[in-house]
C-alpha cells in the first residue's frame, strides 16, 4: 500500500509563517500516521523559484535570481527541519529534473494540439503573477489582494485547451464511483468548483515571452512556461517522471494535495486537465483548508503581525507547536487565532491535561511502588475503554484530515484517565484498600502508553518520552505498527510490571497567556 503526499511547493518571495508551516505539519501529521498505519508514504514538500516577482526582489537586493532563491529555500528546509517535518524528498523548480519534465509535458501537449498560439490581452498583477478579470477587481479597480492597479499586458503566447477537459472534469468530480474519481473537500469548496466548471472553462494562457526568469519551451525558446504550470509540474517531477518509471509507477497519483483555499482552482482543474491531456492519472483527492487571521486581522508581512515557526517553537516548544497548529482551529474553513488563544489551549490541554496525567502517574508509582511498574495481574478495562475512544473518535478523524477532532479525541482519552484517576482516589485506597492500589497504578500506566501510540504522529518526541518515562518495553514505532494493525494489547501490556520507572519530569511546563504587540 502506497501514499503519496504533497504541500504546494511554497513560494520563495516570502518567509516561512504560520501558513505554510500549517499546511506543511498537517502533511507530516498525515505522513507519520499512515507509515504507522503500514503505508509505504512518500511526502513530498518544496519551493516555487521562478517568475517576475522573484527576477525583480533579486534585482531590487542587488542579488541572481539563483542566489536568492537558493537563500530563500534554505529558510523553508531549516523551517521544516525546526519542526521536525519528516518530507522524503524537497523539490525546487529551478532544478534541473523540473525543467525537464516542465519541457516534456509542454512538449506532449504541443504534439497533441492542446497547445495553440494566440494574441493575449489583459489586465495582469504583477503580485498575484496573473490576468485578472474586469470582475476580479476591486471598487478602485485594483487588486483586491494586492491594492495595486494591474497593467494592460498584450502579447502572443500560448494557450492550453483548458475547454476540452471540461465534461470528463465534471464526471470525475462528480462521479464517486468513476476510476479516476477526483475528491474535493471540504464539501462547500468542491461545491463551488463544480459550479465554476459548468459556467464553462476559458482555455488558459501557459506562457509568457516578457519573463525571462522561467522554464523556456521546448517548441519556442522565446517562451517561458507561467508560474502555475511549471509549479503544478513538481508533484510528478517529485515522483520520477518522466524517466524512473518504477518510482512514477509506484506513487504516482497523488493519494491527496493539501493547500490553503487560495490555490484550489489550480489544483482541482488546471492540474487535473494537464495531467489527462498529458495521458497521466489525476490526483485521487484534492484538500485545501482556510486562511488564519491573528486578532481577527489579516496577516501580512507589512502588517508585521505574521507569526514565523521560529517564534511558534520559542515560546511553546516543538511538539506543542505541532499539536497547537492543527488542534486550535478546524482544518477546512477560515479561522482565527491569537497568542493568547493558543497559550490557553497549550495550557488546557497540554500542561494541565496531558502533562498532569504522566506526572500524577509517576509520582505516584514513586510513593507506593519505588519508582517501578506495580506487580499485579494484568488489568485492562481502562485501557481498553481508552481505545475505544481512540477507534472510535480518533483514527476516523485522522484518517479524514479532521485533524482538531483526532486532536480533541485524544483529549478525551486523557479526560478519560484522569477522570479514573479521581474515582479511584488512590491516595485514600493507599490506607483503606492497600490491596487494590497495585492494579489502579497498573491501569493508569497501560492507557498513558496507549495515548502515546496515538500521540505519535502529532508530538512524536512527547510520545517516546511519555512511553521511557512509563518505562513501556520494545520500540514505540513497532509497537505502535503492530497495535494499529491488531489492535491487541500485549499480554502483560506496554509497561510489564516490576519494570523501572523515570522520575516524573515536567513534559508542558505551564505558560502564563500574554499578547505579543
Ligand atoms: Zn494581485
Redesign the pocket.
Known amino acids: 500500500m502506497k501514499f503519496y503526499i504533497t504541500t504546494p511547493i511554497y513560494y520563495v518571495n516570502d518567509i516561512p509563517h504560520i501558513g505554510h508551516s500549517y499546511t506543511t505539519i498537517a502533511a507530516d501529521i498525515l505522513a507519520r500516521w499512515k507509515r504507522l498505519n503500514g503505508f509505504d508514504v512518500y511526502f513530498l514538500t518544496g519551493t516555487d523559484e521562478h517568475g517576475t516577482k522573484i527576477a525583480q526582489a533579486a534585482k531590487e537586493k542587488g542579488k541572481t535570481p539563483q542566489e536568492l532563491c537558493d537563500e530563500m529555500s534554505e529558510k523553508f528546509k531549516e523551517a521544516w527541519k525546526l519542526l521536525n517535518i519528516t518530507n522524503d524528498d524537497f523539490i525546487r523548480t529551478t532544478e534541473k529534473r523540473q525543467e525537464y519534465t516542465v519541457q516534456t509535458i509542454a512538449q506532449a501537449l504541443f504534439d497533441k494540439k492542446l497547445i495553440f498560439k494566440n494574441k493575449y490581452e489583459a489586465l495582469y498583477?504583477v503580485?498575484?503573477e496573473k490576468f485578472?478579470a474586469e470582475k476580479d477587481l476591486d471598487e478602485n479597480g485594483c487588486?483586491p489582494?494586492?491594492k495595486?492597479k494591474p497593467v494592460l499586458q498584450s502579447e502572443e503566447n500560448y494557450f492550453f485547451k483548458l475547454s476540452s477537459f471540461q465534461d470528463e472534469l465534471l464526471e470525475r468530480i462528480t462521479n464517486a464511483a468513476h476510476k479516476q474519481h477526483i475528491e474535493i473537500q471540504p464539501e462547500e469548496r468542491r461545491n463551488e468548483i463544480v459550479g465554476k466548471i459548468k459556467l464553462g472553462l476559458e482555455d488558459i494562457s501557459i506562457s509568457r515571452t516578457a519573463v525571462d526568469w522561467g522554464i523556456h519551451l521546448p517548441f519556442d525558446k522565446e517562451q517561458t512556461a507561467y508560474v502555475w504550470i511549471d509549479a503544478l509540474i513538481n508533484y510528478i517531477t517529485g515522483v520520477g517522471y518522466p524517466d524512473n518509471k518504477e518510482m512514477f509507477e509506484k506513487y504516482w497519483p497523488a493519494d491527496v494535495h493539501l493547500m490553503a483555499k487560495d490555490i484550489l482552482w489550480f489544483h482541482s482543474v488546471i492540474w487535473p486537465a494537464v495531467l489527462m491531456g498529458a495521458g497521466l492519472a489525476t490526483p485521487k483527492k484534492v484538500y485545501s483548508h482556510g486562511f488564519f487571521t491573528l486578532n481577527g486581522s489579516k496577516m501580512s508581512k507589512t502588517l508585521g503581525n505574521v507569526i514565523s515557526p521560529q517564534e511558534l517553537v520559542e515560546k511553546f516548544g516543538v511538539d506543542a507547536a505541532r499539536y497547537l497548529a492543527v488542534s486550535l482551529i478546524p482544518f477546512g474553513p477560515d479561522g482565527d487565532i491569537s497568542w493568547t488563544g493558543l497559550t490557553l489551549k497549550y495550557n488546557v490541554d497540554l500542561a494541565n491535561n496531558l502533562g498532569n496525567l504522566i506526572s500524577r502517574t509517576i509520582k505516584m508509582a514513586e510513593k507506593y511502588f519505588d519508582l517501578k511498574v506495580p506487580q499485579c495481574s494484568p488489568d485492562f478495562e481502562l485501557a481498553k475503554k481508552t481505545a475505544k475512544i481512540l477507534e472510535d473518535d480518533f483514527t476516523p478523524a485522522i484518517n479524514n484530515l479532521y485533524f482538531h477532532k483526532a486532536a480533541q479525541a485524544l483529549q478525551n482519552a486523557v479526560t478519560t484517565v484522569n477522570q479514573q484517576i479521581e474515582n479511584d482516589a488512590p491516595w485514600k485506597l493507599a490506607k483503606t484498600d492497600p490491596e487494590k492500589l497495585p492494579a489502579c497504578i497498573y491501569s493508569y500506566l497501560q492507557a498513558a502508553d496507549l495515548i502515546a501510540i496515538h500521540l505519535l504522529a502529532f508530538m512524536p518526541e512527547t510520545a517516546e518520552k511519555i512511553w521511557s518515562v512509563c518505562a513501556a518495553q520494545e520500540n514505540i514505532e513497532e509497537t505502535a505498527k503492530k497495535y494499529f494493525k491488531d489492535k491487541i494489547i500485549p499480554e502483560k501490556g506496554f509497561s510489564v510490571s516490576g519494570a523501572q520507572l523515570q522520575q516524573a519530569q515536567v513534559l508542558f511546563p505551564r505558560i502564563i497567556a500574554e499578547e505579543k504587540k
Open positions: 498583477c503580485g498575484c485578472l487588486c489582494d494586492h495595486t
